[in-house]
């Protein structure tokens, strides 16, 4: 089964750097075929990261007015829920990334989004601990979807 | 009376930022056009005072996601004139390759994904990819072709990490070069399709008088080195910028607007590079662009978009070039030893003309720092051009007017990011009241 677990930001921009700390904590332990990409946000990249995948996960940032360290777990098929301004610091945002996944018929068997809500996204290399504790509840839940 | 019409857009799509255009026209005759950049100011200049030297091209190339390696070379080249080190030899070629890497890239992102979608009638790249599926495809594989050239010239694709002032950290083998030339020959071909692709555009019908500013060599086609030179008589070595154009600050934007001294507006870009060197063009890419119905000089800052492919097919050949003539310096650096001085860096970002100048102390420090980047030497003429397309199509209706404006800025990919960030677009009609 082709796996691929994408994590979305920049870690020099605080809880930005979510998806990026989150695959630092999933090496070693998630299968080695499961191909883990860090990514800062660029289209091309994201369809390149899940084209030809049978299941694709991406970690990013949210800000859509929830508690900070709110995790939200949405099937990215469907698009991402209008109020998420998530990629907010991207050049072309995740949205964008999953319709134009459609318009080229590229998009994975199962594509699933944990977003986590980010408390602040201002320069800095250090997570908020609301943000740095749902990591760890990212990495579990992304270590047990990769071996089902 | 018809009284006011107003349109008002929050943000204009696909340009790089945040900036506002505001038009005003009163009794159907354009009274006053205003492109600003309301980002907050980026202290880059006040927060390399006091730096080292060394710390300026990877500072600087965070002032852009998208033309890092512009900050760099220039940031190097500012550097190295300052002390007097010459990087010649494959270190050079390394620099023109890593700089081909960005073009490709950074154009190729533009022409297909940001620029296309609105000549073809499509709001974005998303709803053009359901149309033209096989098109965007080809521009995501080319745009990973400059991508791919970046990451191993550079460490990596954004940001790079491996250039430095007198060379790089580490140069790459022959095979690790060599590895590129497959998908680089594919991309000599897309990008003369891309080409063909564009020229079948319709473009509006706007000729300008540009005074066009790039970089000139006598024998390549600019990335790092020459003089600047301009079609209304200036050619003037890059150390002497601050003699010739001047900035400016405007009240109601956050980039400094630049002119020429004694004569105003200018153009940089790749309507400026073409036109002042297009004889140094790949005969190949000199004759896709007679191909596509381009003379040697182009003033239809619509057409920047055929200039930009032709540009890219130029930067692919250059880097087969480069790759095939390669042999690994012995060193991946210069030595050199830093000294009180002045240095000036010129080179040519995707956008335009990059001018860096630096003063150092004795102990390599820096004292004082100027970044001139091309979007801010291209917002008057972008007004220029907005007032003209706006004269000319003053009758057009708001939806139409507003696509051909927001085109003509697009016409610039203007880096609003790097010139100091959305387009709020408002158009103002009113009849004078007496």
Redesign the interface.
Known sequence: MNQVVIGVGNRLRGDDAVGPVALDRLAGRVDTSVRLIEC?G????L??AWRGADRAVVIDAVVSGSEPGTLHVVDGRHGVPSRWRAGSTH??GLS?AI??AW???VMPQELTIFGVEAEAVTPGETLSDAVDAAVDNIVERVAELTHA | MNGLRQIAVDYLARVEGEGSLKVTVVDGQVDDVQFSIFEPPRFFEAFLRGRQHTEAPDITARICGICPIAYQMSAVHAMESAFGVEVGGALRELRRLIYCGEWIESHTLHVYLLHAPGFLGSPSAVHMAKDHRDVVEQGLRLKKVGNEIMRVVGGREIHPINVRVGGFYRVPTRRELEALVPELEWARDAAERTIRFVAGFHYPDVEQDFELVSLSHPDEYPFNEGRIVSNKGLDIAVSEFNDHFTEEHVARSNALHSRIKGRGAYHVGPLARYGLNFEKLTPRARDLAVEAGLGPVVRNPFQSIIVRSVEVLYAVEEALRIIDSYTPPEEPCVAYRPRAAVGHGASEAPRGMLYHRYAIDDDGRILDAQITPPTAQNQLTIEDDLRVVLEQHIDLPDDELQWLLEQTIRNYDPCISCATHFLDLQIERKERTT
């Open positions: 800062t660029d289209v091309s990249k369809i390149d050049l072309i964008e319709e134009l318009a080229l018929e």
